[in-house]
């Protein structure tokens, strides 16, 4: 098994930045991929942006240039920069990571609300 923990998120006026963490524990030796999807009322939920084991990176188009994804192995830690923040972005924020042999754990999501 795989534990997520989520934090960061909260409200923001647009334009503005938050920043999404997500820990990992557990049985994290065959995980091989992390991310970030989204959830808007009545929306499908979305990809955001995700991070390889080795490192390369993946958009949403609606984000690219305005939100960031990295990792710090040493704290088994995934982040999620999100800048120039719209109102459109806001959503409940799921941090997932992909186990090669087990499929997709979940985190318990954040709120991100976008407003003035």
């Known amino acids: 098994q795989v534990q997520l923990v989520e934090s960061g998120g909260g409200l923001v006026q647009p334009g503005g930045s938050l920043r999404l963490s997500c820990a990992a524990a557990g049985r994290i030796f065959s995980i091989n991929a992390k991310g970030w999807y989204r959830q808007a009322p009545g929306k499908e939920r979305e990809l955001v942006a995700a991070?390889?084991?080795?490192?390369?990176?993946n958009y949403a188009d609606s984000v690219k240039g305005r939100f960031t994804i990295s990792r710090d192995n040493a704290k088994n830690t995934v982040y999620l920069q999100m800048n120039m923040l719209k109102p459109e972005d806001t959503a409940v924020y799921y941090c997932?990571?992909?186990?090669?042999?087990?499929?997709?754990?979940w985190g318990q999501g954040t709120q991100v609300t976008v407003s003035s």
């Open positions: 997932y990571a992909r186990d090669q042999f087990r499929g997709d754990y």
């Open positions: 991070i390889t084991s080795g490192g390369s990176t």
